[in-house]
């Protein structure tokens, strides 16, 4: 019998080569355009440094951080329903105001009209899908373009709020539920559980991917570099936990706030499920076609026009979720809510934390990224200066950088062959 040995440099394209590949893989994938969440983590970095230099006491405290994480919430589940319509190369002006809409529904069911929570909840949810399938059947099937569509129902929708809303101006929200989901946090125990649950489930499914992939003769990713993944993430996470978990109070024996918010489970639920349904799916490899090629992904036999309406639906049902959000936060809802820079934030968010502009290129976890950024932005800068403006300012800079990445990355990928 004979043996047969294998230089380094002849190993299969699925066994693990080691960190040093991994790295020069990446490095490769990034001078190809493919730039990923880079730019965003460098950002969110940078300000947090920048910001913990200026202000520290106040901005790096356990009290600050709690509000940096509600304060991007609306924004960050606003932005996971855009990163759908955005993936096609479309874009949804009213989202803000759709969001909105369905909040005044949910406060004139639940306060006014007395329904029971799960109704209200339902009807609130139902309002987002008939927006969406509305905007997504003009849109497809009609064939205006969405910036025309959905700019006019951006009007259309103010009106709605203030016939629902009535001449009242502002319904309070009483619901001890719906309250809780923005102003109360977990128990310490529950903090560290919910840790435990993410670290694992994380662990066990990126494992179990890279075992399918393997068996089935795919490339995947070295161990290594998985078992480096699930340690950064267990230790931002857990550093996130113990922070959390300090009292936050400033008369704790009259008041103790201290716990991860449970607004934090929702979004954790979102984006493993929408991060399943775009990764995991047929819906999801068809979103990503359309919006690299609506003419291939046509000749190919997926409907373009069906496609479109479900993202719109997804759209305006996620800023559902958010006005419900919204209504959580302000214990209130009234003309206002949704509206103002809350659009422009939320797209910003998305286009900041990666997903591209010209579709076929995002991920769910780029809102979280990009909202975080946003938060922290208008989190720090009222913390170093009194002019208003100067928070709009750098604002927009930062989003007008994100798309000029955006373009820039996205030239560079179609010169190296890679788009």
Partial sequence: MSTVTTAPDQLPETEAQGLGQAWRDYVGRVR?????????????????????????????SAFNFANLITQSATIVVLAMGLIYVLLLGEIDLSAGFAAGTAAAVLAVT????????????AATIITGVLIGLFIGLIVAKLGIPSFVVTLAMFLALQGLMLIIIGEGGTIPIRDDTVRALMNSNMTPVAGWILFGVVVLGYGFTTYRAMSV????????????????????????LGTAVFILNQ??????????????????????????VLTYNLTRTSFGR?????????????????SVARIKIYCFIACSSLAAVAGILFASKDQSVSPSTGGSTTLLYAVGAAVIGGTSLFGGRGRIRDAILGGLVVAVIGNGLPLITDASGIQFIVTGLVLLIAASVDALSRRRAIASGRL
């Fill in 286 to 302: 068809h979103v990503y076609a359309t919006g690299g090629n609506a003419e291939a992904a046509r000749r190919a036999g997926i």
């Fill in 213 to 236: 992939r393997r068996k089935s003769g795919l490339v995947t990713q070295s161990a290594q570099v998985w078992l480096i993944k699930l340690v950064l993430l267990a230790g931002m």
């Fill in 247 to 272: 009292e936050r109070s400033r008369n704790p024996n009259l008041t103790s706030i201290q716990g991860v918010p449970y607004v934090v489970i929702v979004i954790l639920v979102l984006l493993v």
């Fill in 110 to 121: 639940l306060t006014q009209r007395g329904w029971s929570l799960p109704l209200s909840l």
């Fill in 32 to 60: 190809g355009g493919e730039l990923g969440a880079l730019p965003s983590v460098l950002a969110l970095i940078s300000l947090v440094v920048i910001f913990t230099a200026l202000e520290g006491s106040t901005f790096f």
